[in-house]
């Protein structure tokens, strides 16, 4: 996969720390912005299962070039942890997850100030949340998802009010469609979407396939189709679960490696964003009009 051209110089400022005293491990998060710019909006990016903050770079960086400041934690499941199925924090992982978005969410001036002085270039007031997979139903939280227990009762609110919008690129499905798996191992993914009011972009593959559903692609659309206006979803017609290669180049995970497609996503991402804030909203109205056989776009 050949190197993004960005359009200006980026910096990146790794790694910062946020206080969490419960956590056992130290949150660390890596901040990426554009070298020049002033009242930047800012995403917080959860990463997939297994990844930390040095992953993503296909899109962070693109973001960032378009005028975003990038904040990504590396939460307890990265595999640099080590804390696997058999491990007793496993299952309570979920909850760590949200809790480091609300941990730097609390603190993103301090974060921002500690990351060459960005809180006097960033707009605070215009802050969003994306994230891929496990980090999609994470940042869905923070956006007023809630998780159903055993016996279908929605669980606590975890909404932040610092997160405006939020994106979610192949988020976990709802339903009793786990695989035993998944139902024994990640009983959490059972997402309530019906309290997702939030502005949010919905990234899906037509062709993604999960191991842990027993549906097909469409369970990766139920956060659009069961949470409340307004929403949009973008489905990637061909994109299986990387979408072409998000998490980075020529990873293990991307099986349907494509720049084009993750060049595609970022930009979606992008043009949402900048519309959802008010800063333009021609790049979203573009990328409508140009929906076809390669994506489709819908909204309500």
């Known amino acids: ?55 993503y770079e296909p899109l962070v960086d693109r973001w960032a070039a378009a005028g975003f400041v990038v904040v990504q934690p590396t939460h ?24 480091d ?30 994230g891929h997979s496990w980090g999609a139903q994470t940042v869905g939280t923070v956006l007023g998802a809630r998780v159903f227990d055993a016996a279908g009762v929605p669980g606590e609110d975890f909404r ?13 499905g709802t339903g009793d ?10 009983p959490f993914m059972r997402p309530d979407y019906t309290t997702l009011r939030a502005p949010a972009l919905v990234v899906a593959g037509g062709r993604d396939r999960s191991a842990l559903s027993t549906r097909g692609p469409d369970w990766f659309t139920d956060a659009y ?8 979803l973008l489905t990637v017609a061909a994109g299986e679960h990387s979408l072409g290669g998000v998490a980075g180049e020529s990873v293990a995970e991307t099986t349907d490696e494509d720049p084009d497609r993750v060049a595609l996503v970022a930009s979606a991402v992008t043009a949402y964003l900048r519309a959802v804030f008010g800063l333009d909203q021609d790049g979203w109205a573009a990328l409508r009009r140009g929906a076809g056989d390669r994506y489709a776009v819908d909204d309500k």
Not at 177 to 186: D, G, I, N, R, S
């Open 1 to 55: 996969m050949p190197t993004p051209q960005l359009e200006q110089q980026l910096i990146a400022i790794k790694p910062i720390t946020v206080p969490r005293l419960d956590r056992g491990l130290d949150l660390q998060v890596k901040v990426t912005a554009p070298r020049t710019g002033r009242r930047l909006p800012v995403i917080v990016f959860s990463h997939g299962n297994a990844w930390s903050m040095d992953g």
């Open 177 to 186: 469609t786990l695989t035993p798996f998944a139902a024994e191992h990640l």
């Open 225 to 232: 189709h069961l949470a409340p206006a307004p929403k949009s």
């Open 76 to 99: 307890l499941d990265s595999r640099r942890n080590g804390i696997g199925l058999d491990d007793p924090r496993y299952g309570t992982i979920w909850r760590a997850r949200i809790a």
């Open 160 to 172: 932040h009010p610092a997160a405006r919008a939020g994106v979610l690129i192949a988020a976990t």
């Open 101 to 130: 978005l609300h941990a730097i969410l609390d603190r993103l001036g301090t974060i921002l100030a500690e990351a060459d002085g960005l809180d006097a270039r960033t707009d605070l007031d215009r802050v969003a949340v994306v």
